[in-house]
């Protein structure tokens, strides 16, 4: 039996976007052991996953973790985050290791001179490059989010409003060039014909508080009421779902969700936008994946990570979004009557 150790340290999107590594080689490989390595902050992103047979963590002691993975005697390391961390972690264990490509230099030449040089795929698709060594290939099953067996929600937490199908809008964002405006959400809100969850952190409350404040029937403000796996469950639900460039665009996509992706100072080009196991941003492209961004914009995209305010002062390319198409897309993707899309199902 041989061991593998897959490093991928942050963050929630990113983390999902490894998953088809992890399943095709346990699923592909069955003589080899899969272990990860992941920041604490993350374990409600792995933890449940039937692909992984151990599981490491990074609090704030990299060395510990690392005497801890030298037991191990690993034969390869998959680095899937390939930062000066991870570059401690493979010369301690000095073992093979295929690493992560991140293309800088064609990032840099997208956000600096608008020169496109990145390929059309998904950064999955980039990501299990690594493992065509070990004779894994994709099987373009998409992406994988497991929630425990009893996430804690109930039917209760939701208004009797939202029974019938909700709109789930991801209004949170690692950066604030990431996230769409409250005005914007606001016209947004009043345009979409059906029931609104407004899903974010403890952080994104007052703005959630603001938004709904427009119909409080109509729109529910969840952000900070509910865990990581509590808000990946309303996702999974969801009829509809409506985010900024975040991690649960991405468990959306893992459950198969129509998504509506809003991009501000970020890109799609980057190969960041939504999977579902095939699909690319020019070549195939995905029905229930609608892409919207500025790109009449000399300016978009100009970070691969965002930043806390737009460096132009501003931030057209969040503030000059159509919300009234945005609506239009969420009507075309809602489920006919009797339709049911996938992951939604009954809170018990």
Same mark, same amino acid.
């Given at each position: 039996?041989?061991?593998?150790?897959?490093?991928?340290?942050?963050?929630?999107?990113?983390?999902?976007?490894?998953?088809?590594?992890?399943?095709?080689?346990?699923?592909?490989?069955?003589?080899?052991?899969?272990?990860?390595?992941?920041?604490? *902050?993350?374990?409600?992103?792995?933890?449940?996953?039937?692909?992984?047979?151990?599981?490491?963590?990074?609090?704030?002691?990299?060395?510990?973790?690392?005497?801890?993975?030298?037991?191990?005697?690993?034969?390869?390391?998959?680095?899937?985050?390939?930062?000066?961390?991870?570059?401690?972690?493979?010369?301690?264990?000095?073992?093979?290791?295929?690493?992560?490509?991140?293309?800088?230099?064609?990032?840099?030449?997208?956000?600096?001179?608008?020169?496109?040089?990145?390929?059309?795929?998904?950064?999955?698709?980039?990501?299990?490059?690594?493992?065509?060594?070990?004779?894994?290939?994709?099987?373009?099953?998409?992406?994988?989010?497991?929630?425990?067996?009893?996430?804690?929600?109930?039917?209760?937490?939701?208004?009797?409003?939202?029974?019938?199908?909700?709109?789930?809008?991801?209004?949170?964002?690692?950066?604030?060039?990431?996230?769409?405006?409250?005005?914007?959400?606001?016209?947004?809100?009043?345009?979409?014909?059906?029931?609104?969850?407004?899903?974010?952190?403890?952080?994104?409350?007052?703005?959630?508080?603001?938004?709904?404040?427009?119909?409080?029937?109509?729109?529910?403000?969840?952000?900070?009421?509910?865990?990581?796996?509590?808000? *990946?469950?309303?996702?999974?639900?969801?009829?509809?779902?409506?985010?900024?460039?975040?991690?649960?665009?991405?468990?959306?996509?893992?459950?198969?969700?129509?998504?509506?992706?809003?991009?501000?100072?970020?890109?799609?080009?980057?190969?960041?936008?939504?999977?579902?196991?095939?699909?690319?941003?020019?070549?195939?492209?995905?029905?229930?994946?609608?892409?919207?961004?500025?790109?009449?914009?000399?300016?978009?995209?100009?970070?691969?990570?965002?930043?806390?305010?737009?460096?132009?002062?501003?931030?057209?390319?969040?503030?000059?979004?159509?919300?009234? *198409?945005?609506?239009?897309?969420?009507?075309?993707?809602?489920?006919?009557?009797?339709?049911?899309?996938?992951?939604?199902?009954?809170?018990?």
């Amino acid at each position: 039996m041989q061991k593998v150790l897959i490093i991928r340290f942050s963050s929630i999107g990113d983390i999902v976007l490894t998953s088809p590594v992890v399943r095709c080689l346990k699923t592909q490989r069955p003589d080899v052991e899969v272990h990860y390595l992941t920041k604490l *902050a993350f374990r409600p992103v792995v933890e449940n996953s039937p692909h992984i047979d151990q599981l490491f963590y990074l609090d704030d002691n990299l060395d510990s973790v690392i005497a801890e993975l030298k037991k191990e005697r690993y034969d390869y390391i998959i680095d899937l985050h390939h930062n000066l961390r991870t570059l401690r972690v493979k010369k301690a264990l000095k073992v093979k290791a295929y690493s992560f490509n991140k293309l800088n230099i064609q990032k840099w030449l997208l956000t600096n001179l608008k020169v496109n040089l990145m390929p059309d795929v998904s950064i999955v698709d980039r990501y299990m490059e690594t493992v065509k060594p070990l004779r894994v290939t994709n099987d373009t099953r998409g992406l994988d989010y497991q929630l425990p067996a009893d996430t804690g929600l109930r039917d209760s937490d939701i208004p009797m409003s939202h029974w019938g199908g909700y709109v789930a809008c991801v209004i949170g964002g690692s950066m604030n060039t990431k996230k769409l405006p409250v005005e914007q959400w606001k016209k947004f809100c009043a345009a979409v014909p059906f029931p609104v969850m407004l899903l974010g952190g403890p952080e994104d409350r007052e703005a959630g508080n603001e938004i709904a404040a427009l119909d409080p029937i109509k729109i529910y403000n969840s952000c900070g009421k509910f865990n990581l796996n509590e808000s *990946a469950e309303l996702v999974k639900i969801a009829k509809v779902v409506v985010s900024n460039d975040t991690g649960l665009m991405h468990v959306a996509a893992a459950y198969k969700k129509p998504v509506v992706s809003l991009w501000g100072n970020t890109s799609p080009e980057m190969g960041m936008f939504p999977y579902y196991g095939y699909n690319n941003l020019k070549g195939n492209i995905s029905p229930d994946s609608v892409i919207v961004e500025n790109k009449e914009l000399r300016c978009h995209p100009c970070s691969k990570i965002g930043y806390d305010k737009c460096p132009k002062g501003h931030f057209k390319c969040m503030t000059q979004l159509d919300m009234q *198409a945005v609506s239009d897309h969420v009507r075309k993707l809602w489920p006919a009557p009797g339709q049911v899309t996938n992951g939604a199902g009954t809170i018990q």
